[in-house]
């Protein structure tokens, strides 16, 4: 059976206003280990109800674990997570989150339209069996058997699957990984339409197009720890360098390189590509080193160069977080 967390349209429960009880989610100093290893190390972080949170990070960044902690299948050795002001094992039996996990099998031999029938019994509020395989895109694959399914074809049940309890908060581990480009539309149209309703999404996704064109809010994390919290915008800014494009006749990238306000950098020929500080010093310091570089092109950092920016080792630890 898949691994979903549920809950009912009741009030949010215990809490204060705009405390932990009048948030989606609620994290206080969550922390877990796995010996030596700190997976989430102290994130505190709150969610907001109606919000669409995109969690970013590079492989091993601790953003499963947390995940799994809020869904409360992972204990943690410290700190808190309130789900509408509850325990994530309360919001979960009073089925208020439904979620949409990596791994997870579907139950073999059963039908597409008995599997989501089977999970839609399980819950207090569901919708209706034929909206949800309509939402989630497989009304058509209903009476297919689930071992005869493809990758992206699975992930689209497990999404009809994670709908069909009608949640106030639909949690996603990396939702469209098995998904094609069109399915993958597909999916975000649904999800678009969902939270229309004014219901809460948390994503953790690897595919920055996803943060950028979905999401209100991007929370970077890296090391187990959240590195940046803001809107696209806010984040492209935090990383507030520039790309500069040039061709440099007979240019020595290790010579750039040293330039003043040059970060990194890659060569083609004799064309180059590099990520300098926002200052005008780089391409002062380039030009006077090299008086017949041309076509030179300066833009702002993308979400991906500033995710890959703010995530390496080398990144300055955040000063407003
Ligand atoms: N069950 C486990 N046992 C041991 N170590 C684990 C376990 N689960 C996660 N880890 C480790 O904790 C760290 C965070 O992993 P996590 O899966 O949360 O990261 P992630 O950001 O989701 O990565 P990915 O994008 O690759 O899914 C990693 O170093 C991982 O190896």
């Excluded at 019994?121 to 949800?132: G, Q, R, S, T, Y």
């Excluded at 497990?158 to 709908?163: P, S």
């Amino acid at each position: 059976m898949e691994k979903t967390a549920t809950a009912t349209h009741e009030s949010a429960g215990p809490g204060t206003e705009n405390g932990p009880g009048d948030a989606a989610i609620h994290i206080s100093g969550l922390t877990k280990r796995y010996n030596e290893r700190v997976a989430v190390d102290g994130v505190d972080l709150t969610i907001h109800r109606g919000e669409v949170v995109a969690l970013l990070g590079p492989n091993g960044a601790g953003k499963s674990t947390t995940v799994d902690m809020i869904l409360g299948l992972t204990r943690p050795d410290s700190g808190t997570v309130t789900v509408f002001g509850r325990t994530p094992t309360e919001a979960i039996r009073a089925s208020q989150v439904c979620a949409m996990l990596q791994e997870g099998t579907l139950l073999e031999d059963a039908s597409v339209y008995d599997i989501v029938a089977m999970v839609a019994a399980l819950h207090a509020h569901p919708m209706p069996v034929a909206e949800a395989l309509r939402r989630a895109g497989v009304a058509d694959l209903a009476k297919q058997r689930s071992t005869r399914l493809s990758g992206g074809q699975k992930q689209r049940v497990r999404f009809a699957v994670a709908l069909v309890g009608n949640p106030d908060l639909l949690i996603l581990d990396e939702p469209t990984a098995a998904m094609d480009v069109a399915t993958r539309r597909e999916f975000w149209e649904s999800m678009r339409h969902f939270t229309d309703e004014g219901r809460t999404v948390v994503f953790a996704t690897h595919y920055l197009e996803e943060a950028e064109e979905f999401a209100d809010r991007v929370v970077l994390m890296r090391h187990g720890k959240i590195v940046r919290d803001g809107t696209v915008s806010q984040i492209k800014s935090a990383a507030s360098g520039r790309i500069l494009r040039v061709v440099v006749p007979g240019g020595d990238l290790g010579q750039l390189l040293k330039l003043p306000g040059v970060l990194d950098g890659t060569q083609r020929g004799d064309r180059f590509e590099l990520k300098c500080s926002a200052s005008d010093a780089p391409v002062q310091a380039l030009l006077a080193m090299y008086p017949r570089a041309h076509d030179i092109e300066i833009k702002s950092m993308g979400l991906e160069e500033a995710f890959l920016l703010l995530t390496s080792d080398d990144a300055k630890p955040p000063t407003n977080s």
